[in-house]
């Protein structure tokens, strides 16, 4: 069996981790219908990073998380988004959505595995801030509907791809590149609390 080259393996991670350099919640060019839901999760490396932590996180648990994780987020980020189209206040919304980068990293990096309640619940918390904030800044011009849909779609391809990078870990080489991915999230999490990023 030929190993993935680091180098593709590497252009990978970064194409999907660092090319976005928009912050997903300016409330920009929401208006629209599936296209805008859709395209409005990789516009932000704050949910770009998320999402793919908790594909990743998932692959390292192994099964049932793999697919368990990627189910749970959605779901609960649905009715964070319901929360905010409600506008009933939580505070600390952004906040919420940098420590979920920074979290979710450093269970990555950790070689130790959390229970699969435990990582549920700490995925589905966050879940709750990054559907609030999109559910919040949904303009009265979107269709709701189509717009959520093209949202979770594009969440769920961006769950796909960590759980592409998290099979990595098949190969020794591909172990150390999946955790280098967590501590890039980690440090991209660091730059959203401090304003950097």
């Known amino acids: ?22 912050f997903a919640h300016t409330g920009v060019g929401l208006a629209g219908g599936f296209a805008s ?26 099964r049932p998380a793999i697919w368990v994780l990627p189910i749970v987020f959605p779901l609960v980020m649905a009715f964070g988004g319901v929360l905010g189209l409600a ?35 700490v995925v589905a918390i966050f879940a709750i801030f990054h559907g609030y904030a999109h559910g919040a800044e949904l ?6 509907l189509a717009y959520s849909l093209g949202f979770v779609v ?6 796909l791809t960590g759980i592409a990078i998290g099979e990595l870990i098949r190969w020794p080489v591909g172990k150390m590149v999946a955790r280098a991915a967590g501590g890039v999230i980690a440090l991209a999490g660091v730059g959203f609390l401090t304003g950097i990023l």
């Not at 069996?1 to 928009?22: D, E, G, Q």
């Open 1 to 22: 069996m030929r190993y993935p080259s680091s180098k593709i393996v590497l252009s990978i991670i970064f194409t999907f981790l660092l090319s976005p350099a928009a």
């Open 37 to 62: 839901g859709f395209m409005h999760p990789l516009m932000g490396l704050d949910h770009v990073s998320a999402m793919v932590a908790v594909g990743i996180l998932g692959a390292f648990m192994g």
């Open 87 to 121: 506008g009933l206040p939580i505070p600390g919304i952004e906040i919420g959505i940098a420590l979920s980068s920074v979290v979710l990293g450093i269970m990555i990096v950790l070689p130790t595995k959390p229970s699969l309640w435990i990582a549920s619940i």
């Open 139 to 144: 303009p009265s011009a979107a269709n709701p």
């Open 154 to 159: 594009s969440t769920g391809l961006l769950h």
